[in-house]
């Protein structure tokens, strides 16, 4: 059995530098101390009660106090990050017909009007979220609904 908890050692800690998730590390130790025991002799059943208790009371006392040293944060993807940002209608939007679409950054989204109403082209929208691999708008406060305070 030295030779299974060596490689089951070997094999948890693969996982954890792998995925650095705090999930097999406590593993690798409970394994270690099977590895210890059945070193010194101990018999399979000895082994398994040292790997679980060592694996249990490791995952239980220090997974949570790390949980809260390294909370973890959320971290938004390029989508995410295009909520609340300013576009330019380049293609009429109307939620009935499906059409639209925004320049938004250099590229050229689909959209959706957020509220149902209908936007013309040229009109200024905030994004107001991503919806698959389109952009959900409303008028921007201070457009009129058909022409740009900007000129390009």
């Known amino acids: 059995m030295i030779i299974f908890w060596i490689i089951f050692f070997i094999a948890a800690l693969l996982v954890e530098a792998a995925t650095f998730a705090l999930v097999s590390i406590w593993f690798a130790a409970g394994a ?64 009935e017909t499906g059409g639209g679409r925004v320049r938004l950054g250099g590229v050229n989204w689909a959209a959706v009007s957020a509220d149902g109403a209908k936007i013309s082209e040229g009109a200024v929208v905030t994004v107001t979220e991503v919806r698959s691999a389109k952009l959900a708008v409303i008028l921007k406060a201070n457009d009129s609904g058909g022409e740009s305070d900007t000129k390009n």
């Open 32 to 95: 270690m101390g099977a590895l210890i025991t059945a070193s010194l002799g101990g018999n399979l059943t000895l082994q398994l009660i040292v790997f679980t208790l060592v694996s249990g009371i490791l995952l239980a006392f220090t997974r949570p106090m790390l949980k809260k040293l390294f909370p973890n944060k959320f971290i938004p993807t390029n989508s995410e990050l295009e909520v609340g940002k300013t576009a330019v209608v380049t293609e009429n939007i109307d939620n």
